[in-house]
């Protein structure tokens, strides 16, 4: 069962990217956002997502298990931290391997950046910077219990399927009231000169 953890509820989201200028502030990595908000139907859709590292459990973080210089550690508590600039080498494996697109590699630095859930605060108790100042709650920080005490009827999941993989994270999101079983992964069915690509 989830623990205290960050909870995405899209359906929230208003695209104010409040989140990402509170990720720059983080100490771990002041001045450079770990997080980034996507307009998935840009120009047609007011809708907004933000974008956070899942910290993938189960497989165990693909990006670390593909990283040859070890330098994207995990932490016993499941945090997937970003890359040690000591010895990534800016290969970008880890972009390649993660199922939710999450870590992005700065060329200037060959040094992969992604969120580490605000690992200095939260691993003392605090919440993440971009859940503390999300105005609507799209970010929320806390227990599941927490959640649906201040949701009732809101329904998470923590699986996401890719095809026939399923991916369990340590982040969750909120689902659709009726949906049950992992949320699809990936990206959407594009068709091109009416083929699924």
């Known amino acids: 069962m989830l623990g205290r953890t960050l909870f995405i509820d899209p359906g929230r989201c208003i695209g104010c990217q409040a989140c990402v200028s509170a990720c720059r502030e983080c ?17 047609s859709s007011a809708a907004a997502l933000p974008t956070v590292c899942m910290h993938c459990e189960d497989p165990v973080a693909p990006c670390a298990e593909v990283c040859p210089a070890e330098a994207i550690l995990v932490t016993a508590d ?5 890359a040690d600039p000591t010895r ?31 690992y200095d605060r ?13 105005p ?22 923590a699986e996401f399927a890719f ?12 689902a659709p009231a009726a949906h049950r079983g992992p949320l699809p992964g990936g990206l959407p069915i594009v068709e091109v000169n009416g083929e699924p690509v």
């Open 88 to 118: 990534c080498i800016g290969c970008a494996n880890c972009v390649n391997a993660c199922p939710f697109g999450v870590p992005l590699v700065d060329p200037a630095q060959k040094l992969q950046l992604k969120c580490n859930l605000c």
């Open 136 to 157: 609507s709650g799209a970010l929320y920080y806390g227990t599941l219990e927490q959640l649906q005490a201040e949701r009732p009827g809101v329904t998470v999941t």
């Open 78 to 82: 499941g945090v997937v931290q970003t």
């Open 27 to 43: 100490d771990s990595h002041r001045g450079t956002s770990m997080i980034h908000v996507d307009y998935p139907d840009a120009g």
């Open 163 to 174: 095809g026939e993989v399923v991916v369990q994270t340590g982040v969750a999101m909120v």
């Open 122 to 134: 939260t691993s003392a108790g605090l919440a993440p910077m971009c859940a503390t100042v999300c």
